[in-house]
């Protein structure tokens, strides 16, 4: 492919990431995901969950015995039983269940909620099943789609996982100005036209607004316009329009959440009103573009400074969110970590890894020459990034967890889990942590409809979404990927994986997570068999 072809291609590729008419997921054909059948249980009359350590995702400490009753799909009880290490009180116990689940030493959070995700998979694997099921196993009750929401297929897909026809989170459903099937108003040129779209998409039942960087009488309208119909929004500010839509512009107009760092670092340049490009920066070429941003880490007011804290103070008076998804930009820093991690070989489709190979055309892929300068970059990059969200955290800021996995190296499942230790690496205390995968990830989906949560933490009456985890999550994070944690048995004096999410609960059904995986398993042998087979028949 000549460079004028694969800088065009390229540029394509990129608008779709900054929030553009089109997503990344419409090159390819999307397949529902088949019907539930016999998998999950319930939801039963009355579930016990016996003697299991609760962490209720609000901060506080673990705390159990505790025998949990599920009545329906909602909580019915949280008892504790006994004090740890002396007999557990029989009389105390709630009786007459009609399925139980011996959960005597394990640990039991609510179920996580992806603020950040794309349903489908990517062009080259479409299967939604696969991707159902891989967040369902690593405990991913809910998911907010970042931007395909207004088309039929999600909103088809969220009426099937809510009446649980199918294995899948809670799909909420936020979608790109202009896009969606039945729009013909053509993309978003004017606040009038915003406005429309909005209405538009609101009747649709579309639950709040993916945006970019528009410019800021088109950003006051599209905001503006969902607050009136109970729209949540969230906002990729790229970098093409950023020097006139940055984090704080966005949030004094009302937006809900920014996720990425895209526009925070904008937000606090001190030479420059836009970042220090070098003369031969071309956007269209993701190389340039994903190196060069991290170059923005010594461009910036630093922590401490007045700029800093005045930054903080008013995302917190106007209650921002800040939804981060460091894993998904990880590899920046350290692409061999990312290429090699340990659950490729068993759970990435061929195709999925040929979308994430080097590419002048597939997003994320932008690995051409790939330099020790660009992860030290990187590395900066993050060490300022985490501080601000550490400051923001403990002021009184909302942090959220999201994945946006499918790019990048980022496998659905495991790279929303692969959050919790950036976070924890940020300054997060791991109950910090929880709460961001939980709690706030309910309230950031909740407030803009002005109710209360439903789930995302563990008091009776809510929504029975739940994680059950027989390893302690807190001592170490790594227990809840589905290839476990690797430990030395000091029986056998061989290393052994311990942990994976047990059970995961949604809406009171019981679903067996190591199963779910396994389905996974299946799903990519059988892929690279038969790109096996079309390899070897195309020898002969």
């Known amino acids: 492919m000549n460079a004028n072809r694969w800088l065009v291609t390229s540029a394509v590729v990129v608008g779709l990431a900054v929030g553009t008419a089109t997503s990344a997921q419409d090159a390819g054909q999307m397949v529902p995901a088949p019907d539930r059948g016999d998998q999950g249980e319930g939801p039963f009359e009355r579930l016990i969950i016996r003697g299991a350590i609760v962490i209720d995702g609000a901060g506080g400490p673990p705390q159990g015995p505790i025998d949990l009753v599920v009545e329906g799909n909602r909580i019915a009880e949280v008892r504790g039983v006994g004090a740890p290490g002396s007999p557990i009180d029989d009389e105390r116990r709630p009786q007459d269940a009609t399925r139980e689940i011996d959960a005597e030493g394990m640990y039991v959070m609510p179920g996580f909620v992806d603020l950040h995700t794309h349903i489908g998979g990517v062009p080259k694997a479409p299967e939604a099943e696969y991707t159902y099921k891989l967040w369902m196993g690593h405990g991913v009750t809910t998911v907010r789609d970042a931007g395909a929401g207004a088309r039929d ?14 294995v899948a989170p809670r799909i909420v459903a936020y979608g790109r100005p202009g896009t969606g099937d039945g729009w ?7 606040p009038e036209a915003a406005r429309e779209w909005v209405r538009w998409a609101a009747a649709k039942g579309v639950e709040g607004l993916k945006l970019g960087s528009y410019d800021p009488e088109i950003m006051a309208a599209l905001i503006d316009e969902a607050k009136q119909h109970g729209m949540g929004s969230m906002a990729h500010l790229g970098q093409n329009g950023v020097a006139r839509m940055n984090a704080i512009d966005a949030a004094r107009l009302g937006l809900g959440t920014v996720t990425h760092y895209y526009g925070l670092f904008e937000a606090l340049l001190k030479d420059y009103t836009v970042q220090d490009w070098p003369p031969q920066q071309n956007q269209s070429n993701e190389q340039d573009r994903f190196g060069q941003v991290a170059r923005l880490w010594n461009q910036i007011h630093p922590r401490g400074s007045d700029e800093w804290q005045a930054l903080i103070d008013e995302f917190i008076e106007l209650g921002t969110t800040l939804d981060p998804t460091m894993t998904i930009y990880e590899a920046g820093r350290d692409v061999m970590r990312a290429k090699n991690a340990d659950w490729h070989a068993d ?22 020459y790939w330099t020790t300068h660009d992860e030290v970059a990187w590395k900066n990059f993050y060490h300022v990034w985490m501080s601000f969200l550490n400051d923001f955290k403990n002021q009184g800021g909302r942090v959220t967890t999201g994945s946006d996995s499918g790019f990048i190296y980022k496998l659905y499942g495991f790279g929303y889990i692969r959050e919790f230790e950036l976070l924890q690496e940020a300054g997060f205390h791991p109950l910090e942590v929880v709460r961001s995968a939980t709690l706030n990830g309910a309230e950031t989906l909740h407030e803009p409809k002005g109710i209360p949560v439903e789930y995302g933490i563990i008091r009776p009456g809510l929504l029975a979404d739940l994680v059950i985890v027989d390893e302690n ?6 227990v809840l990927y589905g290839t476990g944690a690797e430990r030395l048995n000091d029986e056998t004096g061989l290393a052994e994986r311990v942990g994976g999410v047990r059970y995961t609960i949604k809406d009171g059904i019981v679903y067996d997570a190591k199963e779910l995986l396994a389905d996974v398993r299946g799903m990519v042998e059988r892929a690279k068999r038969q790109q096996l087979n079309e390899t070897t028949a195309g020898d002969r």
Do not use: C
């Open 473 to 478: 999550p807190l001592e170490n994070f790594q």
């Open 184 to 190: 013909d108003g053509g993309s978003i040129r004017t």
């Open 153 to 166: 297929f999600v909103l088809n897909e969220r009426e099937r996982s809510a009446r649980n026809e199918i």
């Open 347 to 368: 759970y990435t489709l061929p195709s999925q890894w040929e979308f994430f190979e080097p590419s002048r055309v597939n997003h994320g892929a932008y690995w051409y």
